[in-house]
């Protein structure tokens, strides 16, 4: 279920993973490594088999010289900053390369190569102001057969190394949530590299390739010609290769896909370069919350095309993938989805996360003409920006600041389209919509009722002994029915969304007639609120029929500011029309409020 970060990008792409670029990433970006390394530990000693980024190593004799600087020489050409020996290493801070060059290879081969004690398990270590995080894993290889003296085939030679980790450096105040994501993506490769070397001792070969070029280019450090061996490992080295591409993977894009020993696949996202707002990341911790608060009443919105989405999965992936993102629809809800794709509710919203943890789509209310929306506070609406452009080139004859000006107050799409256009110009500005809601252009708003009942004049304030009226009320939220949660082993066909305070509410409220039991429920659930509440409740021209009361009473617990409209009219099944003439009915003591839903207000703010 994985996606292929590099499918339809073009060649040049490679051109930002060249050996001789500088450092792009921002140094103050606590979410990208500041390096990765291999080590190894066996019969022959500690050993550091590759780290990227390379320490920069003197190759000509003026970098020597330079080195021989007095620190009291007048610097007069402005090279102060680019000194390597660190004369201004006080004026500036530490670039992210410097802080893991002051580590030598022998070091980092003796406080990475861990005892096998700790092997399988998280290992973290800070160091000053460098973190180390990685899993060390144990090599357990399989009972070799030793060759009889008159056996003439070659032995096969015992293997020497014990374990490997796989270390990623962060700096040391990177949040708790990156090293946890840096830890496991250490654990899924130690993994497919145990599990190669098992097969096919992959890493031993791998190892020893290092090794041996490593010891050559110590022979030619000696004779006078220093450089870097990890250098000349990239280009001879597959392991070495798909360690780079992972650092720089998850220094730009964030998605990491390898192929250990073009075999076993190792997928990873870092959802803090996916999911980032204004320049900072959204907790993964408020993503996972939005997540599980997915309801059947939402709908998914990809972000990209059908065919790129699907160029993009891997060969092995789900049908049930495929047939989800064929059958997507923004005017769908996640039910119909689920009854048009012939798949279980609770398998289509894990496949929903799934899309929208990695950054492929967003969750929405599905489109219909009653939706309200409006520009969003952080759009960019500049006249030549290349979100213009693009729209320009997307829909001939259109401009996207005079589309996005139509959105500039509160609009429904029913205000929104012209009655009068043909059927091809109304689809079409739904397109034009969706393709605004895939760039975060627009956010939708929600209409929020609250029963605030006016003081008497008795008691002019809420006393303090007064509990707030989400206690008096419900008692329960509606917020997060445990039944649609993530991993709940209820049946998926079993799940209905049904509010908790319903048992004794509408389930025994019978229809029509005032019946001493409906009078009676009636009176039990306004019993929740004071007698001052209740008697302005039931002094409202409204509450005399018994068919309002009623109805209005069912509805109490939702009264809240916490459940919006669209979530009242699933839950207990009711036209939007019956809502608002009941709010209009009590619009004495309702207070009626549009603003964003919380649980997805998260997917519509601007991607950076």
């Not at 500049?382 to 004859?397: K, N, V």
Request: aromatic fraction near 6%.
């Amino acid at each position: 279920m994985m996606f292929n970060p590099t499918a339809g990008l073009p060649d040049d792409r490679e051109s930002m993973y060249s050996q001789t670029q500088q450092r792009v990433y921002k140094t103050s970006d606590k979410t990208s490594p500041i390096s990765v390394i291999l080590v190894s530990s066996g019969s022959r000693g500690n050993k550091l088999l590759f780290r990227y980024p390379f320490q920069r190593v003197a190759e000509c004799p003026s970098a020597l010289t330079a080195k021989q600087r007095s620190p009291y020489a007048l610097n007069t050409n402005g090279e102060g900053l680019e000194d390597q020996d660190g004369d201004s290493r006080e004026q500036s801070p530490l670039t992210d390369e410097q802080l893991v060059a002051g580590f030598s290879d022998i070091i980092l081969a003796t406080i990475l190569a861990t005892k096998s004690d700790i092997c399988g398990k998280k290992f973290e270590l800070k160091i000053d102001n460098v973190r180390f995080v990685g899993h060390p894993t144990l090599l357990q290889h399989p009972p070799i057969t030793q060759a009889s003296k008159t056996d003439p085939s070659p032995k096969r030679e015992m293997p020497t190394m014990i374990l490997f980790n796989v270390v990623f450096a962060l700096r040391a105040n990177a949040d708790p949530s990156v090293i946890n994501c840096m830890h496991n993506l250490s654990r899924r490769i130690a993994i497919a590299l145990q599990h190669e070397e098992r097969r096919c001792q992959y890493l031993t070969r791998e190892a020893k390739l290092m090794l041996a070029v490593q010891d050559e280019i110590t022979t030619m450090t000696e004779n006078g010609s220093p450089q870097s061996p990890f250098r000349q490992i990239l280009p001879k080295c597959k392991l070495a290769r798909d360690l780079k591409e992972a650092y720089d993977s998850l220094c730009t894009t964030g998605v990491v896909r390898l192929h250990i020993n073009n075999w076993l696949e190792v997928s990873f996202c870092l959802p803090h370069k996916i999911h980032v707002i204004g320049g900072t990341y959204i907790p993964p911790e408020a993503l996972e919350h939005s997540l599980k608060a997915i309801r059947p009443y939402h709908a998914l919105l990809l972000l990209e095309s059908e065919k790129a989405l699907l160029s993009q999965l891997p060969v092995d992936c789900s049908p049930a993938m495929v047939r989800l993102i064929k059958t997507c629809s923004a005017v769908k809800n996640l039910q119909q989805l689920a009854q048009d794709a012939d798949l279980a509710l609770l398998q289509i919203f894990q496949i929903a996360a799934h899309l929208v943890y990695w950054g492929k789509a967003i969750i929405i209310y599905p489109l219909c003409e009653n939706n309200v929306y409006m520009l969003s506070p952080h759009a960019n609406i500049c006249l030549y920006s290349q979100l213009a452009e693009q729209f320009s080139l997307q829909f001939p004859g259109h401009d996207l600041p005079s589309m996005l000006a139509k959105f500039s107050l509160p609009v429904s799409l029913a205000e929104f389209r012209n009655p009068l256009e043909a059927p091809a110009q109304e689809a079409q500005l739904i397109q034009m919509v969706v393709w605004m809601l895939q760039r975060r252009l627009l956010i939708q708003l929600h209409t929020y009722v609250c029963l605030l009942v006016p003081p008497s004049e008795d008691e002019p304030g809420l006393r303090d002994e007064d509990p707030p009226l989400a206690t008096r009320v419900g008692g329960r939220s509606l917020s997060t029915p445990s039944a649609l949660s993530f991993g709940s082993p209820t049946s998926s066909d079993d799940m209905t969304l049904t509010s908790p305070s319903m048992d004794n509410s509408s389930a025994e409220l019978l229809p029509g007639g005032d019946s001493p039991l409906n009078k009676r429920m009636t009176e039990t659930l306004l019993a929740s609120l004071s007698e001052h509440e209740r008697q302005v409740i039931l002094n409202i021209p409204a509450a005399q029929n018994q068919e309002d009361l009623r109805m209005f009473a069912r509805l109490l617990h939702y009264f809240r500011g916490h459940h919006h409209l669209e979530e009242i009219m699933y839950n207990e099944n009711l036209r939007r029309s019956q809502l608002k003439t009941l709010f209009d009915k009590f619009r004495s003591v309702l207070v009626v409020t549009n603003h964003e839903d919380p649980i997805i207000s998260i997917f519509q703010s601007p991607m950076e």
